[in-house]
């Protein structure tokens, strides 16, 4: 398998499905037997559904504890605020397995994280193949019965994936950040409560209670990004960043990503591909170019002062604002501290982000590993 290039030039993501369906049509034409063609056709949409729909019934398997006190182990920091908030003061324990600020992709856990997942009732993973070492450990280490939802795989059909500079589709794994987009994290929220119903009912009145509150600021989340999107031109909403963690974002708000630095290999780009993306930037009169603050790219911050804009260090994939325990330190809080940084950096209006309520009236009690 050839080694993905590092830096891919952006199309809109109408644009990336156009193409997408050119090929597919190509590939139909070129066939001898077009009902043949078809059936196969056919036969791997089915397969794709089927997969889908295995994702989730693993997800609501497994049957209903007895003592009401679930063991509950999450991967990255934002799904861990997000399983804390639905479960609250329901009695179940959260546990973290991702430190904040690491590679998720390539993280491996230490061996104490098996004892972790020896007692967990229920595992929270993202899922699309973005943390596999975890899931591996979860597999051998946890007890009959224990369900391992992979979350993203359960909500998302695979004709939705989507393929691109850090994740191209001859690698194998779709783009899995489907938190960075509010309504997918509704659905992960859903999802959870609907799990944690499952497996724990005695106290399914407090799942569904808190799930109703974290739905509701979602939603107002969502809608103060739509007005904020509004501030900005079409032309305007065009994203360089250091790692490509907002391909669904952008579907949904009408964004542009025009790429990405670092590539599924993890290598640097070649300087030709440094200096194609910094006449993309000048040829599309992109604002402004976001660098990760836990991961520096200097190569970004190269390619901003040669092309004379922004060059804004300070996004965050899944690592939370603050402290455990803050305010900020949330899902809702890296969104809001993200899409405020974006919007404004690209000469938008982020007023109606910067004041809207994201708080739950929920206490976050997980355990967050530093």
């Known amino acids: 398998m050839a080694t993905p290039a590092p830096v891919i030039r952006g199309r809109t993501f109408r644009g990336a499905v156009a193409l997408s369906c050119l090929t597919l049509f190509s ?7 077009s009902t043949s063609t078809s059936d196969t056709s056919v036969a791997g949409d089915a397969a794709e559904v089927a997969a889908h729909e295995q994702a989730r ?7 209903a504890i007895d003592d009401g006190s679930l063991d509950i182990a999450t991967t990255v920091a934002p799904i861990t605020n ?3 908030l639905i479960v609250g003061d329901a009695g179940a324990k959260v546990t973290g397995i991702v430190p904040e600020g690491t590679n998720s992709h390539t993280f491996e856990p230490p061996p104490s994280v098996a004892a972790t997942l020896e007692s967990a009732d229920v595992v929270f993973i993202n899922g699309l193949v973005l943390e596999e070492p975890t899931k591996d450990l979860a597999v051998a280490n946890t007890q009959a019965g224990t369900v391992i939802c992979e979350l993203g795989t ?6 939705q994936y989507v393929f691109d500079f850090s994740f191209p589709k001859e ?6 950040h489907l938190w960075t987009d509010p309504p997918h994290a509704r659905e992960y929220a859903t999802l959870i409560k609907d799990v944690l119903v499952a497996r ?3 106290h399914s009145a407090i799942y569904e209670a808190n799930h109703d509150k974290l739905v509701a ?8 990004m739509k ?3 509004a501030t900005l031109p079409v032309e305007q909403r065009k994203l360089l960043t250091y790692h490509d963690a907002y391909a669904y974002f952008a579907k949904t708000y009408d964004w542009t990503v025009v790429g990405a630095i670092q590539p599924s290999s993890f290598e640097e780009p070649t300087p030709k591909d440094i200096a194609d993306l910094i006449d993309q930037v000048k040829s599309e009169n992109v604002k402004a170019v976001f660098g990760s603050e836990v991961f520096p790219s200097p190569v970004l911050e190269q390619i901003g002062k040669e092309a004379g804009v922004a060059y804004i260090d300070v996004l965050r994939d899944d690592d939370l604002p603050g402290e455990p325990g803050e305010p900020e330190h949330s899902w809702a809080g890296l969104m809001r501290f993200d899409y405020v940084t974006m919007v404004e950096a690209l000469g938008g209006d982020a007023s109606t982000l910067k004041t809207v309520d994201i708080s739950v009236d929920v206490e976050d009690k997980a355990y967050y590993p530093q």
């Open 57 to 63: 019934a693993e997800c609501l398997g497994g049957s």
């Open 171 to 176: 690698g194998g794994k779709p783009n899995p």
């Open 27 to 33: 590939a139909c034409a070129s066939g001898d037997d």
């Open 200 to 202: 724990d009912p005695a």
């Open 227 to 229: 007005s904020a999107t």
């Open 82 to 84: 997000l399983a804390a």
């Open 154 to 159: 359960a909500v998302l059909p695979e004709d």
């Open 217 to 224: 600021m979602i939603d107002r989340l969502d809608d103060a």
